[in-house]
């Protein structure tokens, strides 16, 4: 119906073109006729192309319950509120039913559910579609659901499909696990997770270990130490206009890095939220005291010939949250460091020792790591 609204709106803004060019005289009310056909068509077209991209009930999800009523629709549920401890987290309202309605309702709703499936609440999930085992509780293998959001992106069964965003690596792993623990209606996260296998994704996931270490106020840094490591080839940047916290970056210095400058470093330790040693020829003995740096966030150790005994020493860093080990000589001490620092998101390894096998180790007991790798 869309379609041929379209092709009929086509039509009459051709004849509209013409009356107007060729007859705009003696035609005067034909023409306006059909500028009044060609804009309700549009209006309807463009409803009816709503309703093939969100369902039928679009225009009125967000309308009064009053005026959804009057349509026939079920008044709107209340809001959940954010949970705000992992404690309180249900495992299907704070997890599961959020990523479907935000990936995937769109073309599985009451009034489009393609292939047949609703994914609107936890009943119509696991009534399924055409596909008897959409949900296989037990069984995440088994699961048509599964199958489809871990297939190649171009694959013609890929879920969500039409370019629509797809679920995360998170949310894959824990869409598997729910299935897994038996695809459970509701529960607290931290009751079922037995096995501790997913506490700490859920809490990443949900931003409740956001990192608080920008509420904290610092002193002034001492300026004779920024003034003495910017004259040693330091550059030294403010990062915030109402608190102390530095950047330091060394990575395009003239001068070369010595131990001496790891000491006035320390000497910021409550300032340094940023660290460029890139290209510093940095030495593993130097990570012993950039691993007492403890606010670090960010830390680019790109270009030095740092081995996996440099690395252990900055498994204390509790509030790292970018590692850069690009074109250095570290290898399987990755598997050991990263489990240590609770708060990393990204990890660079281009041109580093570390295997095809690591990495997907660290991949698959890190879930919630993006790790950037390429081979040469």
Not at 168 to 184: N, S
Not at 219 to 228: A, F, G, K, L
Not at 265 to 281: A, I
Not at 330 to 350: F, I
């Amino acid at each position: 119906m869309a379609s041929v609204g379209g092709i009929a709106v086509m039509l009459l803004s051709f004849g509209c073109y013409f009356i107007n060019k060729k007859w705009s005289n003696s035609l005067a009310i034909p023409k306006w006729i059909m500028v009044s056909m060609v804009g309700l068509l549009l209006l309807l077209t463009g409803h009816l192309g709503g309703n093939l991209t969100h369902g039928s009930t679009y225009l009125l999800e967000y309308a009064p319950n009053p005026v959804r009523n009057l349509a026939g629709l079920p008044s709107k549920v209340e809001p959940r509120e954010k949970v705000t401890v992992l404690d309180s987290s249900d495992v299907f309202l704070d997890l599961v039913l959020p990523m479907m309605q935000s990936k995937c309702v769109g073309c599985h709703n009451e009034g489009k559910n393609k292939g047949g499936l609703v994914l609107t609440s936890y009943v119509k999930m696991m009534v399924g579609g055409e596909s008897e085992n959409t949900i296989v509780p037990g069984d995440a293998l088994e699961s048509e659901l599964v199958r489809r959001i871990t297939l190649p992106s171009e694959h013609d069964d890929f879920m969500p499909s039409e370019g629509k965003l797809p679920l995360t690596d998170q949310e894959v792993v824990l869409i598997k696990w729910w299935i897994k623990i038996g695809a459970p209606q509701n529960g607290f996260v931290t009751e079922l997770d037995t096995e501790n296998a997913v506490s700490s994704l859920v809490s990443n996931y949900l931003g409740l270990d956001k990192n608080n270490l920008f509420n904290k106020k610092v002193s002034p840094p001492n300026r004779s130490i920024v003034d003495s490591l910017v004259r040693h080839g330091f550059v030294i940047n403010p990062l915030m206009k109402d608190n102390y916290f530095l950047e330091a970056n060394f990575s395009l210095s003239e001068y070369d890095l010595k131990a001496s400058d790891m000491d006035s470093l320390l000497e910021l330790k409550e300032h340094l939220v940023w660290l460029n040693l890139g290209n510093s020829q940095v030495k593993d003995a130097y990570l012993e005291k950039i691993g007492l740096l403890q606010n670090l966030v960010k830390l680019d150790l790109r270009g030095n010939e740092i081995t996996d005994k440099g690395i252990k020493h900055l498994s204390k860093l509790e509030n790292l949250e970018s590692l850069n080990l690009y074109g250095t000589k570290v290898s399987k001490g990755v598997l050991d460091l990263v489990p240590k620092l609770s708060r990393l998101k990204k990890l660079y390894l281009w041109q580093s020792e570390v295997s095809n096998e690591t990495i997907t180790l660290l991949k698959d007991q890190n879930p919630g790591l993006t790790v950037i790798f390429e081979r040469e």
